[in-house]
């Protein structure tokens, strides 16, 4: 299994709405990450978790709240988000970096989130 | 910081010849890793390949290539005998420990 799953594939949702998004791999993988993308942009990190903590926040707003359940999963809460928060929101992992393993990332398809 | 910069926002092929991206990047790391991703439109990120600073040998993936010149910070992507389903924008990505840095991409079309 080589891939990372992500869910919903699309939310809409209203400004005073809480919802998650969901990201799942089984490929061992002890790093996940949030990226944000917008349209024709690269993906801008939000959230690094290192072995179910989180290692790197890119002073992400608090409406924003990650979550490492365990070593398979990795969750987005949203809540209060304003619509300029619509975006491509990307999960990836990556494996720890070895002599064969260069550590690149596996990424979802993404949920494309759109808040009115 | 370091910093990945594509100069080329957008560059037009004709299928079955070669076109080649440029990335160049700025780091005081010697060891890093470098790759280059490709996004379809409205599909996912997919790695095309990678790099690591301490090989010499610059990698090669079938009709993907890259021309990595370490003292230059330069890591231009060779694509041969370009397919439709090559159009997709690429981006060049730097990475040292967990942290991975995008250039801002090259949308390339592929003209029949």
């Known amino acids: 299994d080589t891939e990372v799953t992500q869910t919903p594939k699309h939310l809409v949702m209203g400004m005073t709405n809480k919802k998650s998004l969901k990201c799942e791999q089984h490929m061992g993988h002890r790093a996940m990450y949030w990226y944000k993308q917008k349209a024709k942009k690269p993906p801008e990190l939000m959230f690094v978790?290192?072995?179910?903590?989180?290692?790197i926040n890119e002073s992400v707003p608090s409406r924003f709240s990650p979550e490492c359940p365990n070593s398979s999963l990795l969750n987005l809460h949203l809540h209060a988000l304003q619509p300029e928060d619509s975006a491509l929101y990307l999960c990836a992992s990556s494996p720890p970096r070895t002599r064969a393993n260069t550590g690149e990332l596996f990424f979802g398809e993404g949920s494309r989130l759109t808040v009115l | 910081a370091q910093t990945v910069t594509q100069s080329q926002p957008e560059m037009s092929v004709q299928e079955a010849e070669t076109v080649t991206l440029s990335c160049t990047y700025d780091t005081s790391e010697n060891n890093y890793y470098l790759f280059w991703y490709k996004q379809p439109p409205s599909r996912q990120m997919i790695l095309v390949i990678r790099?690591?600073?301490?090989?010499?040998q610059n990698a090669t993936e079938n009709r993907f290539s890259v021309n990595f010149q370490k003292a230059a910070k330069s890591f231009s992507l060779k694509i041969s005998d370009s397919q439709l389903g090559d159009t997709a924008m690429y981006f060049c990505?730097?990475?040292?420990?967990?942290?991975?840095?995008f250039g801002s991409g090259t949308k390339l079309n592929v003209k029949p």
């Open positions: 990505a730097f990475s040292d420990f967990n942290k991975f840095y």
């Open positions: 790099q690591e600073a301490y090989k010499q």
């Open positions: 978790y290192s072995y179910e903590k989180l290692s």
